[in-house]
Nanobody
Framework: GVQLVESGGGSVQPGGSLRLSCLASGFTYSNYCMGWFRQTPGKVREVVASVDTDGSAMYGDSVKGRFTVSRDNSKNTLYLQMNNVNVEDTAKYYC????????????????WGRGTQVTVSP
């Protein structure tokens, strides 16, 4: 079956860095727009970033200039490099696969991981 398994979450201080990974299996990874959503209890789910099949990346406004999304199709792995984090980045981060870029950004991803928690605190 399809699996998206996130890793790399944890606790970090403001201004620090963290790198998330997502290992995909069970579908043709290279054919999907991949990316990250995040959610905090009581808040709306938010798009963090995406990287499409051609390698083009897009970011949510709140993370532009701080986060970098990338993919390695040879390893079926998606990454999110998080730099200069702040307390507002605290959330559960979900790896998502969308059949198209539009599907992804409209929150209609075909496959979702279980998430990895990121906590930013002094």
């Amino acid at each position: 079956g399809v699996q998206l398994v996130e890793s790399g979450g944890g606790s970090v201080q403001p201004g620090g860095s963290l790198r998330l990974s997502c290992l995909a299996s069970g579908f043709t990874y290279s054919n999907y727009c991949m990316g990250w959503f995040r959610q905090t209890p009581g808040k709306v789910r938010e798009v963090v970033a995406s990287v499409d099949t051609d390698g083009s990346a897009m970011y949510g406004d709140s993370v532009k200039g701080r986060f970098t999304v990338s993919r390695d199709n040879s390893k079926n792995t998606l990454y999110l490099q998080m730099n200069n984090v702040n307390v507002e980045d605290t959330a559960k981060y979900y790896c998502v696969a969308g059949r198209t870029f539009v599907d992804f950004w409209r929150g209609r991803g075909n496959y979702w991981g279980r998430g990895t928690q990121v906590t930013v605190s002094p």
